[in-house]
T-cell receptor
Framework: SAVISQKPSRDICQRGTSLTIQCQVD?????MFWYRQQPGQSLTLIATANQGSEATYESGFVIDKFPISRPNLTFSTLTVSNMSPEDSSIYLCSVDLAGGNNEQFFGPGTRLTVL | GQQVMQIPQYQHVQEGEDFTTYCNSSTTLSNIQWYKQRPGGHPVFLIQ?????EVKKQKRLTFQFGEAKKNSSLHITATQTTDVGTYFC??????????FGRGTSLIVHP
């Protein structure tokens, strides 16, 4: 299993500002992901955070809006840039320990409210 | 990635009643996963099914994978208030990342 922590757990931000969310895993993992979950909705994959290279973004998500860093195999950050109220959501990081299409372990999430 | 459709979206039950959520795909799935998310919490992995016709049990939870590997179900016997939450199925997607269904929210009335 994996233990994942996220910071901050929640935040209230003003429109036009940016917020960086941190994700820390207690072991080295190859596959780390960032999801968004809007209230009452399913999980939408934003991107795969790749160690040592640019993140791989899903359709509808771009690097300028959601820059991601992955400096090592235990840590990643997601920045939500130039925020608007539509960005209010829960942001979750997750890891797959077994290399793909296997059990995912999720962090506790960051609840973001944009005013 | 492959799309998985999940029904119902919501289910209200009286404590002690049974509950079932269904997951369907138009294409054959190599595997299917189930997760539970408690209110205010994060998704937690429950199980993965791989074999055609597979049935697995976890206490009061029974998971089935269809013979054609295009559908799956999660059945809870005699629900308890601790079963409250949203249950997601997830099918294999592109780039080896599961694609989540929309989830079924279970509300248990005491």
């Amino acid at each position: 299993s994996a233990v994942i922590s996220q910071k901050p757990s929640r935040d209230i931000c003003q429109r036009g500002t940016s917020l960086t969310i941190q994700c820390q895993v207690d072991s080295q993992v190859t596959m780390m992901f960032w999801y968004r979950q809007q209230p009452g909705q399913s999980l939408t994959l934003i991107a795969t955070a790749n160690q040592g290279s640019e993140a791989t973004y899903e359709s509808g998500f771009v690097i300028d809006k959601f820059p991601i860093s992955r400096p090592n195999l235990t840590f990643s950050t997601l920045t939500v840039s130039n925020m608007s109220p539509e960005d209010s959501s829960i942001y979750l990081c997750s890891v797959d320990l077994a290399g793909g299409n296997n059990e995912q372990f999720f962090g506790p999430g960051t609840r973001l409210t944009v005013l | 990635g492959q799309q998985v459709m999940q029904i119902p979206q919501y289910q209200h039950v009286q404590e002690g009643e049974d509950f079932t959520t269904y997951c369907n795909s138009s294409t054959t799935l190599s595997n299917i996963q189930w997760y539970k998310q408690r209110p205010g919490g994060h998704p937690v992995f429950l199980i993965q099914l791989v074999k055609s016709g597979e049935v697995k049990k976890q206490k009061r939870l029974t998971f089935q994978f269809g013979e054609a590997k295009k559908n799956s179900s999660l059945h809870i016997t005699a629900t308890q208030t601790t079963d409250v939450g949203t249950y997601f199925c997830a099918g294999p997607g592109g780039s080896y990342i599961p694609t989540f269904g929309r989830g079924t929210s279970l509300i248990v009335h005491p």
